[in-house]
Every structure is written in structure tokens, then in C-alpha cells.
């Protein structure tokens, strides 16, 4: 195999690895803002004697409409898509998981980075962890990286594997170009998600630095989910 097809995976893996970093972020201050989110949305309100259990019940029908609920709507409002900003602020997740035939390429890169993860798990697995030879925070540090694999494999986050792999100077996969085939088919999904996130607003919240700001992002949730101009 050419040097060129390894430097040429490798700058992919770096990109790719980037991008799926940057998801998990972005849906973590998502995730983390829901709170001060609903506890500002709630406060708004009040100061302009809206009620918020009003809201949803004379708006029942537009809010299930809105989210694809079939359920009566109680406490906070969960996930909603539109033309322009995503409306997510609470504990309920909207997400669907659908069956996806998998490629050929899918297959076989699944199949390698799963005999890698049994090598790394014959040399960090608990059970192999010798307490002789290593010590507690040893033996803690291979445990943890032997959790992380595990979730990699089953995530298909195959770069975490990558990087556990060259810790232990296990010898990684080289079928370089079909590895970097893959990834770069992954790319813009990854990128579209990240776009995704970033138009909730949660996250849109998470960037104000004012309360004139925050307050212009409930507003905009309101008149988006109720068709109210507060």
C-alpha cells in the first residue's frame, strides 16, 4: 500500500473524527441547556401572566401536530421540526431508529474494526488485566478505555477504536482506501446533523449573551409553536 493512500485516509480520519466530536458536543449543550432553557421559557411567561398549561391545552392539537404526538400534551414540550429553527427544550426525545440496509463497504469495515476490538479486548479486557503486573490506576485507566471500545463498536465510532488500538501498539487495518471511502461517505450526514442541532433552540439559547437576546429566542418559540406574538 502506498504512502499517499495512508496520508490520504489518515487526513480523513482526522476530519471525520473532528466532525463526530463536534455532534457530540453540540448535542450535549443541547442536551444541557433543556433546563435553563424550560426555566426561562416558564419565568417569560409568568412576567407576562401566560400561562403555560393554557398554552398547551388550547393548543393541543397544533402542539401534537408540531411534534407527531398522538398522546394528550402535559408539563414540557418536546421535540419539533419547521422550515427554519428546531424547537427542543425538554426531556422527551423525538428521535426515530429506522432499519438501514448496510453496503458492502459497511459490512466489511464493520467485520475488521470488530477484530480489532477483540484484540484490544485481549489486552485490556478485565478479565485479562493482570494485577501483578499492572497497578489500581492501571488497571483502572484499561478498564475504562476497554468500556470505551465496547461503545465504539457497538456506535460504530470506529476512530475511538483507532486510538485505543495505537495506544496498545496493536497493528490497525489497512484497507486504507475502502476505510476512507466509507468516512468520506459519512461526511455530510455527520455535517447535516451538526446543522441540525445547532437550529434547535436550545442551542440557539445556549449562544445568548443577553436578555434581550434570550428573550427575542422565546418569543420566537412561541409565535413558532403557538402562533403568539408576546
Do not use: C
Amino acid at each position: 500500500m502506498g504512502v499517499y493512500q495512508k496520508l490520504k485516509w489518515k487526513k480523513t480520519l482526522n476530519e471525520y473524527k473532528f466532525l463526530k466530536e463536534e455532534l457530540s458536543l453540540t448535542k450535549s449543550m443541547n442536551r444541557e441547556t433543556a433546563p435553563d432553557f424550560q426555566e426561562y421559557y416558564e419565568s417569560f411567561l409568568k412576567k407576562r401572566d401566560v400561562s403555560l398549561d393554557d398554552l398547551n391545552q388550547k393548543h393541543q392539537e397544533q402542539i401534537k401536530q408540531a411534534y407527531g404526538l398522538e398522546d394528550e400534551i402535559s408539563g414540557d414540550v418536546p421535540v419539533v421540526e419547521s422550515s427554519g429553527t428546531d424547537l427542543v427544550h425538554s426531556a422527551i426525545s423525538a428521535e426515530k431508529t429506522e432499519d438501514v440496509q448496510m453496503t458492502e463497504d459497511e459490512i466489511a469495515i464493520h467485520n475488521l474494526f470488530s477484530k480489532l476490538f477483540k484484540s484490544i479486548a485481549m489486552k485490556i479486557h478485565p478479565d485479562k488485566i493482570d494485577p501483578l503486573k499492572h497497578d489500581y490506576m492501571q488497571r483502572r485507566s484499561m478498564e475504562e478505555d476497554f468500556k470505551l471500545a465496547n461503545a465504539a463498536l457497538k456506535e460504530k465510532n470506529y476512530f475511538i477504536l483507532i486510538d485505543i488500538a495505537e495506544r496498545l501498539d496493536i497493528p490497525l487495518p489497512k484497507n486504507y482506501d475502502q476505510q476512507t471511502r466509507w468516512m468520506k461517505s459519512k461526511l455530510n450526514h455527520i455535517t447535516q446533523q451538526i446543522d441540525n442541532e445547532k437550529r434547535t433552540y436550545n442551542y440557539i439559547f445556549s449562544e445568548a449573551e443577553t436578555e434581550e437576546q434570550k428573550d427575542n429566542v422565546i418569543r420566537q418559540f412561541v409565535q413558532q409553536l403557538f402562533s403568539i406574538n408576546l
